[in-house]
Structure formats: structure tokens, C-alpha cells
């Protein structure tokens, strides 16, 4: 069915519409054109700026394939100076106790009680050593130790073994001592 409304217009019930004004639309129009204009600027820079970071790394690339050859030769030579301070590091503990053993042989002739001879000394590490000879009795070698241990440079003195033994028909104690020294 057809509906025709006879009344004048002023009379008609108005309905509500929705318009958008004119400048909205070119607003929103501008405002979208805006944005992509932005994306489309924004990805040109960003091609712009791969493209000169690419180039960028090529020019490094290059660079590192020439200073390969200068690396190594400056790794070899780092390596060659550890070796060198390595060996000096040795020297100089050589140099530092060079005379310690002198003094420590010296120590033990001077504090030699009578009738006692030593058959070794002998280096077990950087500060134990062992004493290995020969005296008359048990107690010359207690004299022996009692007169190590009042050394400067003998810090300990254990007796390890002590036996009987026979040098040409006369009985002897042979013993063996463990000294532990300090170094100076």
C-alpha cells in the first residue's frame, strides 16, 4: 500500500537525519590523505635509511676483510707476549729464591751434630725436602733435628725413618728426615 502524506510541509512530522556538514567531510577526507601521505613518507625514509645502513655494512665488511691480516698478526703477538711474560714470570722466581737453597744447605752443614753425615737432600716440592744420612745413635739425629728446627729458614722437622743398618763391621742409625721450609 501506497502512503501518501497530504499535509504541507510545514505541518509534517520531521524526521531526523543525519548529515555531516560539508567541511567535516573534507576534513576527513584531508585527515585520510594526511595519514597516508605520512605512511607512504615514512616508509620512504625508512628504505632511504636501509638502504644507507646497508651500505654502511658493506663499507664495514670491507673494512674488516682488509684488517683481517692486522688481527692476526696483533693476536699472534698478544700471544707471543703471554709466552714471553709467562717465561719471565719464571725467570723472576728463579732470580727470587735463587739463593734459598744455597742458604738452606748452609743451614743444615752448621747445624750437622758430631758423628752424623748426610747421604741426600732431596727437593719433594717448592717447601718439603728430604734429609737422608747416617750418625752413631738415636740420639745424634734428635740433636740433629732439635738443631734444624731453631733454623730461620727449616719451619718443621719430622723423623720419617730410623733403622739400624752396618757401615764396614760398625753399627749405624741410618734415618731420613722431612724438613718443611719457608722461602725468603
Not at 739463593?99 to 738452606?104: C, E, G, S
Not at 717448592?126 to 734429609?131: D, G, L, P, R, S
Request: net charge positive.
Amino acid at each position: 500500500m501506497i502512503r501518501i502524506n497530504l499535509l504541507p510541509r510545514e505541518e509534517r512530522i520531521k524526521r531526523r537525519e543525519f548529515k555531516l556538514p560539508q567541511v567535516t567531510t573534507v576534513y576527513m577526507v584531508g585527515g585520510v590523505a594526511l595519514f597516508f601521505a605520512a605512511m607512504l613518507f615514512t616508509g620512504v625514509t625508512q628504505q632511504h635509511k636501509i638502504k644507507v645502513l646497508d651500505k654502511k655494512i658493506a663499507a664495514a665488511t670491507e673494512e674488516s676483510k682488509k684488517l683481517a691480516p692486522q688481527l692476526a698478526k696483533i693476536k699472534e703477538i698478544t700471544r707471543e707476549r703471554e709466552e714471553v711474560d709467562r717465561r719471565l714470570g719464571i725467570i723472576a722466581d728463579l732470580d727470587r729464591y735463587r739463593y734459598f737453597r744455597v742458604k738452606l744447605l748452609n743451614d743444615v752443614s752448621f747445624n750437622l751434630p758430631v758423628n752424623c753425615w748426610l747421604t741426600g737432600v732431596t727437593e719433594v716440592s717448592q717447601n718439603t725436602f728430604n734429609i737422608e744420612g747416617v750418625a752413631f745413635s738415636n740420639y745424634t739425629v734428635a740433636d740433629m733435628m732439635t738443631n734444624l728446627e731453631t733454623s730461620q729458614t727449616i719451619t718443621r722437622v719430622d723423623l720419617e725413618v730410623a733403622e739400624k743398618g752396618k757401615i764396614k763391621e760398625r753399627e749405624v742409625m741410618k734415618f731420613k728426615l722431612v724438613a718443611n721450609v719457608m722461602p725468603q
